[in-house]
């Protein structure tokens, strides 16, 4: 079968979403399909041995970037069409005379504007006239009410996203968290298959020496350094935890310089590398004695806890979105509700080593469930309904 992966971001610079593309890609080819993708990332034409095609896209990404997807598709016949973003989806939907087209969504893009569900850095109880005036504070360079003038843009960008993809051929959500908001708002027949992690791949990977320095013990954190990551959470949890060991905070972001302050006025010791390679990564979280994971939002399924489980590293994390259907609380990691919760369970798995090792084992094998093995045989049997 001939697959067409449409993303918006993609290796070698990119985060889970991209990571999780690259992932298919391999696991279809392995497969015996005949696999390419269509990006507008940055990056060589050829990786992991897949044909990359690189869009390039000027102007408003919101207006080219659709159209450039919907050209790409002209340049070869396909089976099926995989999109794997919204504006991707976009394209791909409005492609004249397009193969079957499926689509994963992997955040909250058809039932928020901003996909986050994060509304003045908490959880948005529901889309509305009323929550976007509240949403666009900070947002929009404008006071209120002249900030208000983008709603009716955004309620139209909503509805032409929802429009689109009811023309599905099949939308694929990576998490039950995921689906039901989709069913809810968009009407859709949703079908959840997660994401895909290649654990001998990431424990291979793991295996190597990183190329920034790491202390002999410390917690980590990995991600955006954003709001809906739950950065407000994590220096609170990490001081109250009073485990004595550094923070290593590997991403970038809005929250970068005040993360280094309130850490010296918590005195909590802080190591921030920046972004950071994806092997960099791998080896931090394998080498972590701890790994934070406050994230605010609801979590679609985050690959940075995939990649935990893969390479057995012990989680403390936030219960929010899909974060349950990777870790099973005391089993492959410690699930709780607050900042509070979060400080108690970091310094659990700090200070026994016993829990800690149970935990890890329990991550090991729960990742077995996120394998090519177990997930690409439901990726085509999607395909086939559909060729």
Same mark, same amino acid.
């Given at each position: 079968?001939?697959?067409?992966?449409?993303?918006?971001?993609?290796?070698?610079?990119?985060?889970?979403?991209?990571?999780?593309?690259?992932? /298919?890609?391999?696991?279809?080819?392995?497969? %015996?399909?005949?696999?390419?993708?269509?990006?507008? #990332?940055?990056? $060589?034409?050829?990786?992991?041995?897949?044909? +990359?095609?690189?869009?390039?896209? =000027?102007?408003?990404?919101?207006?080219?970037?659709?159209?450039?997807?919907?050209?790409?598709? =002209? @340049?070869?016949?396909?089976? !099926?069409?995989?999109?794997?973003?919204? /504006? #991707?989806?976009?394209?791909?939907?409005?492609?004249?005379?397009?193969?079957?087209? !499926?689509?994963? !969504?992997?955040?909250?893009?058809?039932?928020?504007?901003? =996909?986050?569900?994060?509304?003045? %850095?908490?959880?948005? $109880?529901?889309?509305?006239?009323? $929550?976007?005036?509240?949403? +666009?504070?900070?947002?929009?360079?404008?006071?209120?009410?002249?900030?208000?003038?983008?709603?009716?843009?955004?309620?139209?960008?909503?509805?032409?996203?929802?429009?689109?993809?009811?023309?599905?051929?099949?939308?694929?959500?990576?998490?039950?968290?995921?689906?039901?908001?989709?069913?809810?708002?968009?009407?859709?027949?949703?079908?959840?298959?997660?994401?895909?992690?290649?654990? &001998?791949?990431?424990?291979?990977?793991? *295996?190597?020496?990183?190329?920034?320095?790491?202390?002999?013990?410390?917690?980590?954190?990995?991600?955006?350094?954003?709001?809906?990551?739950?950065?407000?959470?994590?220096?609170?949890?990490?001081?109250?935890? @009073?485990?004595?060991?550094?923070?290593?905070?590997?991403?970038?972001?809005?929250?970068?310089?005040?993360?280094?302050?309130?850490?010296?006025?918590?005195?909590?010791?802080?190591?921030?590398?920046?972004?950071?390679?994806?092997?960099?990564?791998? *080896?931090?979280?394998?080498?972590?004695?701890?790994?934070?994971?406050?994230?605010?939002? $609801?979590?679609?399924?985050?690959?940075?806890?995939? &990649?935990?489980?893969?390479?057995?590293?012990?989680?403390?994390?936030?219960?929010?979105? %899909?974060?349950?259907?990777?870790?099973?609380?005391?089993?492959?990691?410690?699930?709780? @509700?607050?900042?509070?919760?979060?400080?108690?369970?970091?310094?659990?798995?700090?200070?026994?080593?016993?829990? *800690?090792?149970?935990?890890?084992?329990?991550?090991?094998?729960? =990742?077995?469930?996120?394998?090519?093995?177990?997930?690409?045989? @439901?990726?085509?049997?999607?395909?086939? *309904? /559909?060729?």
């Amino acid at each position: 079968m001939k697959v067409l992966l449409a993303t918006e971001v993609y290796p070698p610079r990119a985060g889970g979403a991209g990571w999780s593309t690259r992932a /298919l890609a391999l696991g279809l080819r392995a497969a %015996g399909h005949d696999v390419a993708v269509v990006t507008t #990332s940055p990056g $060589p034409p050829t990786l992991d041995g897949v044909a +990359v095609e690189r869009l390039a896209v =000027s102007g408003r990404k919101r207006v080219h970037a659709p159209r450039a997807f919907a050209a790409a598709l =002209s @340049r070869r016949s396909w089976d !099926v069409v995989h999109a794997q973003h919204g /504006l #991707s989806a976009l394209g791909c939907l409005g492609a004249e005379s397009a193969p079957p087209v !499926v689509v994963t !969504v992997r955040d909250y893009w058809p039932t928020c504007f901003w =996909s986050t569900r994060i509304s003045r %850095g908490a959880l948005c $109880p529901a889309c509305g006239v009323r $929550p976007m005036m509240r949403c +666009v504070s900070g947002r929009v360079p404008l006071p209120a009410p002249l900030s208000w003038a983008v709603l009716p843009y955004m309620r139209h960008d909503l509805r032409e996203k929802r429009e689109a993809l009811r023309r599905a051929g099949a939308v694929l959500a990576v998490s039950e968290a995921v689906a039901g908001e989709l069913r809810r708002d968009t009407g859709c027949a949703v079908v959840v298959v997660p994401n895909v992690v290649d654990g &001998e791949e990431a424990r291979t990977v793991a *295996r190597g020496e990183p190329s920034l320095p790491l202390p002999a013990e410390f917690l980590l954190f990995v991600g955006k350094l954003e709001d809906n990551k739950g950065l407000s959470m994590l220096l609170p949890a990490v001081a109250a935890a @009073r485990t004595g060991l550094p923070l290593v905070v590997l991403g970038d972001g809005a929250w970068g310089a005040a993360l280094g302050r309130e850490a010296s006025a918590r005195g909590v010791p802080l190591l921030t590398p920046g972004w950071a390679k994806r092997e960099d990564v791998l *080896r931090a979280l394998a080498r972590a004695t701890v790994v934070v994971f406050p994230s605010l939002w $609801p979590e679609p399924l985050s690959r940075v806890l995939l &990649e935990a489980l893969a390479v057995g590293a012990p989680v403390a994390a936030i219960d929010t979105g %899909g974060t349950a259907e990777i870790l099973t609380d005391d089993v492959s990691g410690l699930l709780v @509700r607050d900042a509070p919760e979060l400080g108690r369970a970091i310094a659990r798995l700090a200070g026994e080593p016993a829990l *800690r090792a149970r935990i890890q084992e329990g991550a090991r094998s729960r =990742s077995a469930a996120f394998s090519p093995e177990a997930l690409i045989p @439901r990726y085509e049997a999607v395909y086939r *309904r /559909l060729s």
